[in-house]
C-alpha cells in the first residue's frame, strides 16, 4: 500500500470522522456509505477489507482504488464544506455527503458528492454551486449502468430517486392527451403499479423492473416489439436544468436557435446521456391497457438462428420476438459443446385475437376493444397463464440485482442473415475462448439475448442504425461476474465486438463498450455523423457552457483531441 505522510494522515482521519460517520444520508446509498467506512477505516490492508468483500479481487482493487485515492479523499472533505455552505446562502436545506460509489455490478467505483434532491428547485440550487466550485456532475438512480457514464471522481452525483414533480408527486396522468409525465427517479415497477391503477400502459419497455426512468430514457434503451421504436421516442417533452442553472423546456414547440432546427433539438435531448444537463421531468405517450398472448417456445439454437429464412419466419408471425440461450447449457465436458445445439427459449407476445384467422374482420381493432374489455372486467393473476397484462408480459425478470453481471449489447440494422452473421460471430468467440468460459460447476454462467424492434428517430439512440432498414435487432451477452474476473471479461467483449463493429453495430451506451480497442474511431463510424451533429447542437445550444456535464469518457467520444 502507498505510503502517507503525517499532514495528510491528519487530513485523511478527519476526513473519515467528518465525512464518514455512518450516517444513512440515503436508504439507496446507505451500503454505499457503509462500505465505504468499512474500507477507509481499513485502508491499510486488504485482509480486513476482504472481510467485507467476498470476492478477493475485488477487495484488492477496492483496497487500491482508497489507498491511491487519499489526496483525493482529504480534498473532498474540505471542499464538501464548501459547498455545504453554498447551498445553505441559496436556502437550500440539503446534506452534501463524499460516498463511496459503486454501480450495481462492481465495474465502475468512484468517490463522489452526493445529494439527494426532492425538488427541482433542489437541483437548480446545486447546479448553481457547482458551478461556482467548478464541480462536475451527473446524476444517477438505480445506478444500473455498466459503462462509465457517471461523474469521474470527485464530481457530484444526484441521486434522483425521491425528486418530486410540481405538483409533489412522481407521476401523474393526462388522460385527454394520453400522456403520463414521471420524475427521472421513478423505476419501472412504480410506473407499472401506477399503470394498473389507471389502465394504461407501454407497449414496450424495458424488461428490468429495478432501474429508474432516468437512465432508461436518457440513454436511449429499448424493449421489443416490430411497431415499436426506444423508450426515448414516446417522449413529447422533457425539462432539464442546464449549466446556466435555468429549466429548459424540450418539445415540438421549441424555437429554433443558433442554427438549429425544433426537430433536431428534439432528436438530440431526446437521448441526451446527461449531456444537456440535469432531467427533472419526462412526458411520454401512453396507450390503453392491453391484455396479449404470451407463448413460450423451447426450440434449439440451430432450428432458428443457422437458415435466415427460419429467423425471417419468427419475425413474420410474431409481433414482439426475444429469444435467450446458454450456449453451455447441457454441456459436461466430455462431448461436444451443444451451441447450436442448445436450447432457445423463444418469447412471443402477440394480439389474442389479432392472432386469429378472422375474415372480414378488422382484428386488430376488435383485438384493442377485447383487450379493453377483458382489463376493465376480469381481476385475473395472469402472470401464471398465456393472457397477461401488457406490462406483466414485458417485466418478466425480476431481482436482477441479486446477480452482478457483465452485460455487452449492440444493436443492428434487421436483415435475417445479419441476425444470423452477429449470432456466427458470437458463437465463434465464445469456442475460441472456451477454456474461460465453461464453467464446469455452473454452465450457466454465460447467456445471450436479443430482441427486435423498429427503429429510433433520435440522434443517439443506437436503433438509429436501424433507420436505413427501417428496423433493428440487439444482441446482448451476458457473463455473470462471480465466475469471471474483469480482465477475463474484457478480453472476450472486445473480441466479440471486433467482429460485430465489421457488420455495422452499436454497443448499448449504458452497457459495457468505454474499453473497447479504438471505439471512439469505431462509434464515430458507425453513427456516421451523428455524435458531431450532437455535440455542434451541445454547443449551439449553450446547455454546458462550462463543460460541468461531459465526463471523461464521454469527452473522447464527443470532444476528440
Not at 191 to 218: A, H, M, P, R
Not at 293 to 317: E, M
Amino acid at each position: 500500500m502507498a505510503s502517507v505522510d503525517n499532514s495528510l494522515q491528519v487530513n485523511f482521519e478527519k476526513a473519515v470522522e467528518t465525512v464518514y460517520s455512518g450516517e444513512q444520508l440515503l436508504a439507496d446509498d446507505a451500503n454505499s456509505l457503509l462500505l465505504g467506512e468499512l474500507i477507509i477505516q481499513n485502508f491499510d490492508s486488504n485482509e480486513k477489507i476482504s472481510t467485507y468483500i467476498a470476492d478477493d479481487d475485488l477487495a484488492k482493487s477496492v483496497a487500491e482504488f482508497m489507498s491511491d485515492s487519499l489526496a483525493l479523499i482529504a480534498q473532498m472533505s474540505l471542499q464538501k464544506a464548501k459547498l455545504q455552505r453554498s447551498l445553505e446562502s441559496k436556502g437550500v436545506d440539503l446534506k452534501v455527503a463524499v460516498v463511496f460509489f459503486n454501480n450495481w455490478s462492481w465495474t465502475i467505483i468512484r468517490l463522489l458528492f452526493l445529494v439527494k434532491p426532492i425538488t427541482r428547485e433542489d437541483v437548480v440550487a446545486v447546479v448553481n454551486s457547482c458551478t461556482e466550485l467548478q464541480i462536475k456532475m451527473g446524476a444517477a438512480g438505480f445506478r444500473g449502468s455498466w459503462s462509465p457514464v457517471f461523474p469521474d471522481n470527485g464530481g457530484l452525483l444526484f441521486n434522483m430517486r425521491d425528486l418530486q414533480l410540481s405538483n409533489q408527486k412522481q407521476i401523474t396522468f393526462n388522460q385527454a392527451e394520453m400522456e403520463i409525465t414521471i420524475s427521472p427517479g421513478t423505476t419501472v415497477n412504480e410506473l407499472k403499479q401506477f399503470f394498473f391503477n389507471n389502465n394504461i400502459c407501454f407497449e414496450s419497455d424495458v424488461i428490468i423492473e429495478t432501474v429508474t426512468y432516468g437512465g432508461v430514457v436518457s440513454s436511449g434503451c429499448h424493449g421489443t416489439g416490430k411497431d415499436q421504436k426506444s423508450i426515448s421516442d414516446y417522449l413529447t417533452e422533457l425539462k432539464v436544468v442546464d449549466g446556466h442553472g435555468q429549466i429548459v423546456t424540450y418539445n415540438c414547440q421549441t424555437q429554433s436557435k443558433g442554427g438549429v432546427t425544433t426537430s433536431d433539438i428534439l432528436a438530440a435531448a431526446k437521448v441526451h446521456l446527461g449531456l444537456f444537463g440535469i432531467t427533472v421531468e419526462y412526458t411520454l405517450k401512453v396507450v390503453p391497457m392491453k391484455y396479449v398472448l404470451v407463448d413460450v417456445i423451447t426450440s434449439k439454437v440451430a432450428d432458428v438462428y443457422t437458415d435466415p429464412a427460419n429467423i425471417q419466419a419468427y419475425w413474420d408471425q410474431n409481433w414482439s420476438l426475444e429469444t435467450i440461450f446458454y450456449p453451455f447449457q447441457g454441456y459436461t465436458g466430455d462431448t461436444t459443446p451443444p451451441y447450436y445445439d442448445a436450447p432457445l427459449t423463444i418469447r412471443a407476445i402477440n394480439d389474442p385475437i389479432a392472432s386469429l384467422p378472422l375474415k372480414g374482420v378488422d382484428t386488430l381493432q376488435l383485438g384493442e376493444n377485447v383487450s379493453t374489455a377483458i382489463v376493465n372486467h376480469l381481476a385475473l393473476d395472469d402472470r401464471k397463464t398465456k393472457f397477461q397484462k401488457l406490462p406483466n408480459a414485458i417485466h418478466f425478470v425480476w431481482n436482477a440485482q441479486l446477480f452482478p453481471a457483465y452485460a455487452m449489447e449492440f444493436c443492428f440494422p434487421y436483415s435475417a442473415q445479419t441476425v444470423k452473421d452477429a449470432t456466427d460471430s458470437l458463437l465463434q468467440v465464445i469456442k475460441d475462448k472456451q477454456s474461460v468460459l465453461y464453467k464446469s460447476w455452473f454452465p450457466l454462467s454465460l447467456f445471450i439475448d436479443t430482441r427486435f424492434i423498429q427503429h429510433s428517430d433520435t440522434l443517439l439512440c443506437p436503433a438509429v442504425v436501424g433507420q436505413q432498414s427501417t428496423h433493428s435487432f440487439y444482441i446482448m451477452v451476458v457473463l455473470l461476474r462471480l465466475f469471471y474476473s474483469i480482465e477475463q471479461c474484457q478480453e472476450f467483449y472486445t473480441a466479440v465486438a471486433d467482429k460485430w463493429f465489421k457488420l455495422g453495430g452499436a454497443p448499448h451506451w449504458h452497457k459495457e463498450w468505454s474499453f473497447l480497442t479504438d471505439v471512439e474511431t469505431h462509434l464515430h463510424q458507425v453513427y456516421g455523423g451523428r455524435l458531431t451533429k450532437f455535440e455542434n447542437i451541445r454547443q449551439a445550444l449553450d446547455v454546458d457552457p462550462h463543460n460541468l456535464f461531459i465526463n471523461s469518457t464521454f469527452k473522447k467520444v464527443f470532444q476528440p483531441a
